[in-house]
């Protein structure tokens, strides 16, 4: 998969982390009852959880950070850690959902803030490797 490519996805994926970023940031509570946060918040991490899968398979497909990996052998333990990752994350979003069904909303909070850390790291240290590849830009296109 060429970097532009998996750049515009992770711009796509950010919308689905920023939407439930801001759900769990706000005090839901003095906007909505707590049945109603529930909903949204179960929508919003099964949204996720599918944005990922799709993502993940679309990273790996071709063969994951091949671009990277052709243009510099040496980082295949890098490029294993983070395809490592991948069922790691989507295991995570299943707990939190399970999380979510099992205790109060106000205890999700964390659970999802923590999560979200942990991905945003995971593609943070992602397109560090593909900006350094060759021939990349993440402005190459829109
Ligand atoms: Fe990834
Ligand atoms: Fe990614």
Do not use: C
């Not at 918040?41 to 950070?65: K, M, N, V």
């Not at 939190?96 to 099992?102: G, N, S, V």
Request: proline share 5%; net charge negative; aromatic share 4%.
């Amino acid at each position: 998969m060429r970097a532009d490519e998996i750049f515009a996805q992770h711009e796509r994926l950010n919308v689905s982390l920023d939407r439930l970023s801001l759900l769990v940031a706000a005090p839901l509570d003095e906007v909505l009852p707590e049945g109603r946060v529930r909903v949204v918040l179960e929508a919003e991490i099964g949204t996720l959880r599918e944005a990922l899968r799709a993502h993940f398979e679309f990273e790996e497909e071709g063969g994951y950070l091949s671009q990277v990996l052709k243009g510099n052998p040496r980082l295949a333990s890098q490029v294993d850690i983070l395809k490592g990752e991948h069922p790691r994350l989507l295991a995570e979003a299943d707990a939190l959902a399970r999380t979510l069904a099992q205790g109060p909303v106000s205890a999700m909070r964390e659970a999802v803030q923590t999560f979200l850390r942990r991905l945003n790291g995971h593609e943070r240290r992602e397109a560090s490797l593909l900006q350094a590849s060759p021939g990349s830009s993440p402005l190459a296109e829109a």
